[in-house]
């Protein structure tokens, strides 16, 4: 119903003001004397933790995906999933991918897609809210009009989207969902990895999942170190509000100007926003009933660069998990001398060592550089378009080898798995495992 203008009225002597009505449903909140810093500092506080918590629990009960009711009842194709074994060798495990970008990133998320597709792994896509709602449309076009992503039906576009800010907790909210997201839709993946639209795989998906298949599925591939160093002043001790859980345009942090002091009651360790993170202890952030995953939320809550301290800081401080922990992300990445914080874009110069490095996944890449050619070419065996041919792909050699399917558990490695074996039994050596594993320095 349109509201309507009340007819004029001739001029009168103004009354006194009435009080404002209230809203029957509204909460009048006391102003604190702007000089109680302390007051201000704790209803911020307190106002941003309980933001957090509806954030997450609203996200998790809302649509998620953008699937269209049709596909949503197909059932994933016989001929990838048959239900007698083919083989001898140890069923190949699933991994579990959550790819996020931002404003017009779609193409390079749908890239990296293909760079990294296997019929036996989910995807989670992710436009933040930079996006406008016809990019992201867009890509779950894109993702419906693929024969094979249609037959497997494991890729899925967020409905939804999220800020999801470098510094502050809304980096943790929107993984977790993302997290929560893929543990509903699928029960038999084994492993979670974030990725961003700068990323870019250095083996195949068939190289990648042959070695995990001899690893036991507890490992985490996590960078930490408790040394906290230059990060307690900058990092740690700073109190922010972030607000991409509470504004819907993307605007700057807030800073409190106090700090506070670090905890005691359990102990710190930083590390890197990637990591290769087990479905087990994904369970146990999610869904245990230990309160040490919560606890940190609320900890981290109010902290820059909560999300590259959050997971390792839960990995070191549980006795379920400590020992589970292998202190490398399997990620390659460079720093400036003069800037830690964000890995310098790599480039043709840095192909044969990143290679080399033996390492699954490398960042940071521009759009389209020349470099990301290269590696599809020489170490994909991708060509533009398609993704990367596997075991599973049953066609002629070429541009369609991908166009006829088969058995997905059919794992074709290549030399990139020899190098990403030799880095892990380097990594998992008697003399290097243990002695860098949740260290207290």
Not at 298 to 307: E, G, R, W
Request: with cysteine; aromatic share 10%.
């Amino acid at each position: 119903m349109q509201n309507q203008s009340s007819p004029s009225a001739s001029p009168s002597p103004s009354p006194s003001p009435s009080p404002p009505t209230q809203h029957p449903f509204s909460t009048t909140i006391p102003i604190p004397n702007p000089k109680d810093h302390k007051t201000a500092l704790y209803i911020i506080l307190a106002a941003s933790l309980f933001t957090l918590l509806i954030f997450l629990s609203s996200s998790s009960t809302s649509t998620s995906t953008s699937t269209s009711a049709s596909t949503s009842q197909i059932r994933p194709d016989p001929y990838l999933f048959p239900t007698s074994q083919t083989s001898s060798d140890p069923s190949p495990p699933s991994i579990a991918y959550l790819i996020s970008g931002s404003a017009g990133d779609s193409g390079r998320i749908l890239r990296l897609l293909l760079a990294t597709y296997h019929p036996k792994n989910q995807y989670l896509l992710h436009l933040d809210r930079t996006a406008p709602q016809s990019e992201r449309d867009g890509l779950a076009l894109s993702v419906q009009s693929t024969p094979i992503f249609k037959a497997a039906q494991n890729v899925n576009v967020v409905g939804k989207a999220d800020f999801a800010y470098p510094k502050g907790s809304s980096g943790i909210s929107f993984t977790l969902r993302g997290a929560s997201i893929l543990l509903r839709l699928s029960q038999n993946w084994d492993w979670f990895v974030t990725l961003n639209a700068a990323d870019y795989p250095l083996v195949t998906q068939d190289d990648l999942l042959h070695i995990l298949s001899f690893l036991p599925k507890s490992l985490n591939f996590v960078n930490h170190s408790s040394y906290i160093g230059w990060k307690e002043s900058r990092k740690l001790r700073p109190i922010i509000v972030d607000p991409g859980l509470y504004l819907m345009e993307k605007t700057g942090m807030f800073y409190a100007t106090q700090k506070r002091e670090l905890p005691n009651a359990f102990r710190l360790f930083t590390g890197s926003s990637f990591s290769i993170l087990s479905r087990n202890f994904i369970d146990f952030c999610i869904l245990g009933t230990d309160n040490l995953p919560r606890t940190l939320l609320m900890y981290f809550a109010n902290t820059p660069s909560s999300l590259s301290n959050y997971f390792p800081t839960i990995l070191c401080n549980s006795h379920k998990f400590n020992k589970t922990v292998i202190n490398n992300n399997l990620l390659y990445a460079t720093f400036e001398k003069s800037s830690y914080d964000k890995p310098r874009l790599l480039s043709s110069y840095d192909f044969e060592v990143m290679i080399q490095s033996g390492a699954a996944f490398a960042t940071q890449f521009k759009s389209d550089d020349p470099v990301l050619d290269h590696i599809d070419r020489e170490i994909l065996g991708r060509s533009p378009g398609n993704v990367v041919p596997g075991g599973w792909c049953l066609g002629e050699s070429g541009n369609h080898t991908c166009s006829v399917w088969g058995d997905s558990n059919v794992l074709r490695p290549s030399l990139g798995a020899r190098r990403l074996e030799k880095r892990i039994v380097e990594l998992l050596s008697n003399g290097t495992f243990r002695s860098h594993q949740c260290v207290v320095e």
